[in-house]
């Protein structure tokens, strides 16, 4: 035996390895797409900024405002009236929930691409003929004029997600369900935030008119006043002019 029939064996299971390390590496590099991960971010610990030095900071257990839901923040009857009419009649709000609807939908289509298909189906003919078109049989009775016949059908599928394709396209369908339930979220929050501000402008607006009557009704009273004292001689009528 000769020294090349020796190590023959050898080299065919390093040529098998490394067909296989080439195999595996190809498979790897055709995979779709890196795996997502989080930019790291540097945020501020407080958005607020400072406080003046005679006022103590919140305690750390104190909740924000902006995790509290509005009927704790607006105790107006009136406004949380306001608010729920705006919420169950606002088209804006309607079409942001009918968007995360369809983004339901469209991951779970997605996502059914992942597993397999199958397919069955069934059908049945039956057909009749005239008597004196079927004839008749050698003994002379007629043949048999009605013919039926069916059957069942069934099929699978599966593509087997080798590259990840499926995978990154099920998480892109996720993100733009998150995308959709975040916008929905903003749409409601601005939709309270515009008819609190509304309402609060609105009774602004009211407390200054009866703040304006109540002057204009203190400044007539005034001048009745002067022009009683003015009537029996205890004014003059640049007083009442004044007035």
Excluded: H
Aim: hydrophobic share 40%; net charge neutral; aromatic share 6%.
């Amino acid at each position: 035996m000769s020294k090349c029939d020796e190590y023959a064996p050898v080299v065919n299971k390093i040529a098998q390895a490394a067909i296989a390390g080439l195999l595996i590496l190809m498979m790897a590099a055709c995979n779709v797409g890196p795996n997502y991960k989080r930019p790291a971010t540097s945020t501020p610990q407080s958005f607020r900024g400072a406080l003046a030095p005679d006022i103590a900071p919140p305690a750390p257990a104190e909740a924000s405002l902006g995790d509290e839901k509005w009927p704790a923040v607006f105790e107006d009857p009136v406004l949380q009236q306001l608010v729920v009419e705006a919420l169950q009649n606002n088209l804006d709000l309607r079409v942001a929930a009918q968007r995360v609807l369809e983004a339901q939908a469209q991951a779970g289509i997605v996502r059914s691409q992942q597993f397999p298909t199958i397919n069955g189906g069934a059908s049945y003919t039956a057909l009749q003929i005239p008597s004196s078109l079927a004839g008749n049989n050698s003994n002379g009775t007629p043949n048999n004029s009605f013919f039926n016949g069916g059957g069942l059908t069934a099929s699978a599928a599966w593509n087997l997600d080798f590259w990840g394709l499926y995978r990154r396209q099920t998480e892109a369908a996720r993100a733009e369900l998150l995308a959709s339930q975040w916008a929905q979220r903003a749409t409601r929050v601005t939709l309270v935030q515009d008819v609190a501000q509304a309402y609060f402008q609105l009774r602004s607006l009211d407390a200054q008119l009866e703040i304006t009557r109540s002057t204009i009704k203190a400044r007539q009273d005034s001048l009745q006043l002067t022009q009683s004292l003015e009537k029996y001689g205890a004014g003059s009528l640049a007083d009442t002019r004044q007035a």
